[in-house]
């Protein structure tokens, strides 16, 4: 067990979801933290460098002294499990704990495609965002200054918009699949307060993260977010800081009920992520540098996401770890939904 008394200090930034999902973890689970508003151009000085610069980056204190520069939200939310009790971020149930990672990633990898093509996809936005991400940053930049490296970031993240896949074939898909996922946490939020019942998840987290760029910081889907819910748009300010909260073990869902009630979310998943995971991992494995697939009844075209081959298999990997009986349970919620087909013939 790690001692608390330090805090656990990570380089973030306000613009990143991936920040704010972690941060809003951290006071939900009572970890002391320190975020330095940073970023890989200006980190903190005497940390090391991680080998991928993504934020939020996380420096963990090495037992022969210094740090270890660490990435990866997903994997960083299990160590601090391990590292520290109480709180957990994680179901208990072992199907429960799978569908957790599965919506987790489909927030950390499908949300974020929303996030980004909303972001810098529509005129209003980008011209929203560019002096955002500067002043997030760098509050004393001179006015001049703050305009033209909102430019010139403007320009570079709209030129990766096909990156993630946003283009003007998959605009609608992107775009549908956002309003649909709000009213489905309409319904949960109205239903049970979180993704998994009376208390968050890590699966929540990661909604929450991408949400706090949506539904507050892009005015078209801000908007978007308003009219279609404001009780989400409430429970995004509460998620911010759940340190108040007092989970008990029997806040989460029982089995049966959770399965029931996350059918419209696992049939939103089964839509758009788990058919774009199945082509990108084909490209992948094809060795294509691009591909096209059909996503929810349109075309898709984006270049191969090598890292997201990687989360099919850690979706697998995670389905396999399961007991026969478990594999059967999840195999049963998922008829249907379309999540059927990431775990077949497995
Ligand atoms: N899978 C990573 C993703 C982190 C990530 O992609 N972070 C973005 C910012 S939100 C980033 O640092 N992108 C690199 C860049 O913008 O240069 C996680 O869960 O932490």
Redesign the pocket.
Known sequence: MVASANPLTLMGAAG????RKMVALLRYRRIPYAVVWASHRNPPQGYPEPAVK???TFYFPKAEGGHHAV????PIIRRLEAEHQGRSALPGDPVLAFLNYLIEDYG?EWLTKCMFHFRWAHQADADNAGPMLIFWNEPAVSDEEAASAAAFISRRQIDRLYVVGSNATTAETIESSYTRLLFILDKLVQMQGYVFGARPSSADFAIYGQLTQLGIIEPTSAAIMTKVSRRVRAWLDRMEDLSGLAPEDNHWAPRATAAERLKPLLTEIGRVYAPFLLANAHAVMARMEAFEAEIDGRAWKQPTFPYQAKCLKWIRDEFSALSAADQADVHSMFAGTGCDALIAGL
């Open positions: 990143s979801p991936y920040t993504l934020l939020p990435v990866d939200s997903t950390d």
